[in-house]
């Protein structure tokens, strides 16, 4: 009978062995059960590598380690049960346990026995080392049983790690936000020549630099706490987030700081369009980072992420096709940036709009009507407009027609055609070289006088003083020669009546019309100088009150 028992003893163990490595379920499983704490043999967990048993008993037991200390917690029942599992990626029958460990894998020999592979028994010692870079046996100084009760599914010594941890947290955060600071506005007062704007931006670099090398320090600590798998697989998935999110958060700030040079680099330049070009480059770069970081957070989370990026990209194109006037306003942004076809300031007309340019965002243009409206056009369509850009004028043209009556005598109309001449190159920003000013045409009721000028003038303002400076004079040329301007009436001529002056004005000679137009150029002249000193006067020199 006891012959018996010992056979069926043994017959049990030898096919309870040999179901240990029959499929990638039982060697993982064997492993992994035998180093439960109610179930602790490390020589049966021993059996699932194939090597030496006290090596066999180090590696099972590191591995565990490694596993729990990177929070990977292993499903067995996703686990294949077959002994024929064959992985069509690498084509080889072998099993990866997490595809954050790709190094750790089980394969199947030549005589179809399953074990932890060869690479993984090599990979282990650097992987623990790694895992535990400040040691694994800080468990062993909580020794009495006070700390090993239980509390809220952690122990007593736990709990007191991770007080311990997040007050060390603390002090690490304070001391780096202390130290970073003084360094970063050193180095981009010496690199990138930032004063006063560039101060704020630092300041919360340093803040979230801070944030994100304690959180560093902190999923480095974690593993030597040894908790739960499934505990700190939430607390290194959480850890793994915030790292990410910080990480995202130092990129937006030094790209925030870089720009702020940038600003101040494009107010050196005479174009302003280099002033729009920041905002827009700043906004698409924080755009760029926040993708890359979500895609990152999504891996961490154990998203398929190429899954998830092929979807999207299906759907995009549904998307695309239905915001083709979104891209196509987009590409027009860019090929303004490019061609530059105008400035912030300048007054552009094409089509039927006419005004100043404001702003030139990703989708479309802010232009300011004299009306004083907005008008915001598409940079699609403005992008394929004829732009008449009047911002660019060197001179602006003043064209008009002067009417006198048909009875003007034809010598006084020369000298007051010549008097205009002399009020266009006394005018202080009138064109000097190319002007035009002639007797033009014959109108039904007036004999025209062309004039044809140019005022360099910066602005609309400008010009129109120019034009109001000009036709002042002309007015004051008339009165003081005895030239009238026409305009449309009826005139009946009937025989002059005793005791009243004839409707006919009196006609200057030679020598007298001369002699005002000579007088009234002498008054233009003094109205200009007047004008010109007020204009001075109203200008502070540099750094002034």
Same mark, same amino acid.
């Given at each position: 009978?006891?012959?018996?028992?010992?056979?069926?003893?043994?017959?049990?163990?030898?096919?309870?062995?040999?179901?240990?490595?029959?499929?990638?379920?039982?060697?993982?499983?064997?492993?992994?059960?035998?180093?439960?704490?109610?179930?602790?043999?490390?020589?049966?967990?021993?059996?699932?590598?194939?090597?030496?048993?006290?090596?066999?008993?180090?590696?099972?037991?590191?591995?565990?380690?490694?596993?729990?200390?990177?929070?990977?917690?292993?499903?067995?029942?996703?686990?294949?049960?077959?002994?024929?599992?064959?992985?069509?990626?690498?084509?080889?029958?072998?099993?990866?346990?997490?595809?954050?460990?790709?190094?750790?894998?089980?394969?199947?020999?030549?005589?179809?026995?399953?074990?932890?592979?060869?690479?993984?028994?090599?990979?282990?010692?650097?992987?623990?080392?790694?895992?535990?870079?400040?040691?694994?046996?800080?468990?062993?100084?909580?020794?009495?049983?006070?700390?090993?009760?239980?509390?809220?599914?952690?122990?007593?010594?736990?709990?007191?790690?991770?007080?311990?941890?997040?007050?060390?947290?603390?002090?690490?955060?304070?001391?780096?936000?202390?130290?970073?600071?003084?360094?970063?506005?050193?180095?981009?007062?010496?690199?990138?020549?930032?004063? @006063?704007?560039?101060? @704020?931006?630092?300041?919360?670099?340093?803040?979230?630099?801070?944030?994100?090398?304690?959180?560093?320090?902190?999923?480095?600590?974690?593993?030597?706490?040894?908790?739960?798998?499934?505990?700190?697989?939430?607390?290194?998935?959480?850890?793994?987030?915030?790292?990410?999110?910080?990480?995202?958060?130092?990129?937006?700030?030094?790209?925030?700081?870089?720009?702020?040079?940038?600003?101040?680099?494009?107010?050196? $330049?005479? $174009?302003?369009?280099?002033?729009?070009?920041?905002? +827009?480059?700043?906004?698409?770069?924080?755009?760029?980072?926040?993708?890359?970081?979500?895609?990152?957070?999504?891996?961490?989370?154990?998203?398929?992420?190429?899954?998830?990026?092929?979807?999207?990209?299906?759907?995009?194109?549904?998307?695309?096709?239905?915001?083709?006037?979104?891209?196509?306003?987009?590409?027009?942004?860019?090929?303004?940036?490019?061609?530059?076809?105008?400035?912030?300031?300048?007054?552009?007309?094409?089509?039927?709009?006419?005004?100043?340019?404001?702003?030139?965002?990703?989708?479309?243009?802010?232009?300011?009507?004299?009306?004083?409206?907005?008008?915001? +056009?598409?940079?699609?369509?403005?992008?394929?407009?004829?732009?008449?850009?009047?911002?660019?004028?060197?001179?602006?043209?003043?064209?008009?027609?002067?009417?006198?009556?048909?009875?003007?005598?034809?010598?006084?109309?020369?000298?007051?055609?010549?008097?205009?001449?002399?009020?266009?190159?006394?005018?202080?920003?009138?064109?000097?070289?190319?002007?035009?000013?002639?007797?033009?045409?014959?109108?039904?009721?007036?004999?025209?006088?062309?004039?044809?000028?140019?005022?360099?003038?910066?602005?609309?303002?400008?010009?129109?003083?120019?034009?109001?400076?000009?036709?002042?004079?002309?007015?004051?040329?008339?009165?003081?020669?005895?030239?009238?301007?026409?305009?449309? $009436?009826?005139?009946?001529?009937?025989?002059?009546?005793?005791?009243?002056?004839?409707?006919?004005?009196?006609?200057?000679?030679?020598?007298?019309?001369?002699?005002?137009?000579?007088?009234?150029?002498?008054?233009?002249?003094?109205?200009?100088?007047?004008?010109? $000193?007020?204009?001075?006067?109203?200008?502070?020199?540099?750094?002034?009150?």
């Amino acid at each position: 009978m006891k012959i018996r028992f010992f056979l069926a003893f043994v017959l049990f163990s030898l096919k309870a062995f040999s179901a240990v490595n029959s499929s990638p379920y039982d060697v993982v499983y064997n492993h992994l059960f035998y180093l439960q704490e109610e179930n602790y043999n490390p020589e049966r967990s021993a059996a699932s590598f194939d090597t030496e048993s006290e090596n066999a008993v180090k590696a099972a037991t590191k591995l565990k380690r490694i596993l729990d200390g990177r929070g990977v917690f292993i499903e067995m029942e996703t686990i294949p049960n077959g002994s024929n599992h064959f992985d069509s990626a690498s084509g080889t029958y072998r099993y990866v346990l997490d595809a954050s460990l790709p190094q750790v894998f089980v394969s199947r020999k030549s005589d179809g026995k399953w074990f932890y592979s060869k690479p993984t028994l090599e990979a282990i010692p650097d992987l623990f080392s790694k895992t535990y870079p400040f040691g694994s046996q800080w468990d062993s100084y909580f020794t009495a049983p006070f700390w090993r009760e239980s509390l809220l599914g952690l122990k007593i010594y736990q709990w007191f790690e991770l007080i311990i941890l997040g007050l060390l947290a603390f002090i690490s955060f304070w001391i780096f936000g202390r130290v970073f600071y003084p360094i970063l506005k050193n180095l981009a007062k010496l690199n990138l020549g930032l004063r @006063e704007r560039g101060v @704020e931006p630092l300041k919360k670099l340093a803040r979230v630099l801070s944030l994100w090398i304690t959180t560093k320090l902190i999923s480095w600590v974690l593993p030597t706490l040894l908790l739960a798998p499934k505990v700190n697989s939430f607390f290194i998935k959480g850890l793994g987030v915030l790292s990410i999110f910080f990480g995202v958060f130092v990129a937006v700030q030094i790209l925030e700081v870089l720009f702020v040079y940038l600003s101040k680099r494009a107010e050196e $330049t005479e $174009t302003t369009m280099d002033d729009q070009l920041v905002p +827009v480059l700043r906004r698409i770069g924080q755009i760029a980072v926040w993708s890359a970081g979500l895609i990152m957070i999504l891996n961490v989370l154990d998203v398929n992420v190429t899954a998830l990026l092929a979807g999207i990209s299906i759907g995009g194109l549904a998307i695309a096709l239905a915001a083709q006037d979104t891209v196509r306003n987009f590409f027009g942004s860019v090929m303004i940036f490019l061609d530059r076809p105008f400035q912030i300031g300048d007054w552009i007309h094409f089509d039927n709009v006419d005004g100043i340019v404001e702003e030139v965002g990703v989708r479309a243009t802010r232009i300011r009507t004299f009306a004083n409206s907005i008008t915001y +056009v598409p940079n699609g369509m403005l992008a394929n407009q004829i732009v008449d850009n009047m911002g660019l004028r060197t001179y602006r043209r003043f064209k008009t027609e002067i009417g006198v009556t048909y009875d003007t005598d034809p010598e006084l109309i020369e000298l007051f055609v010549d008097g205009i001449r002399e009020i266009i190159l006394m005018h202080p920003t009138s064109r000097k070289d190319y002007f035009e000013v002639h007797l033009n045409s014959f109108g039904p009721y007036s004999l025209n006088i062309l004039l044809y000028a140019f005022f360099e003038a910066p602005s609309w303002t400008d010009e129109l003083k120019g034009r109001h400076d000009v036709m002042q004079a002309i007015l004051t040329l008339a009165s003081e020669m005895g030239i009238r301007f026409a305009f449309p $009436t009826q005139t009946i001529h009937m025989e002059e009546f005793p005791g009243k002056m004839s409707t006919t004005p009196s006609k200057l000679s030679g020598s007298d019309a001369d002699i005002a137009r000579k007088r009234a150029i002498e008054r233009v002249k003094t109205q200009f100088e007047k004008r010109k $000193t007020a204009n001075l006067d109203k200008i502070k020199p540099l750094g002034g009150e």
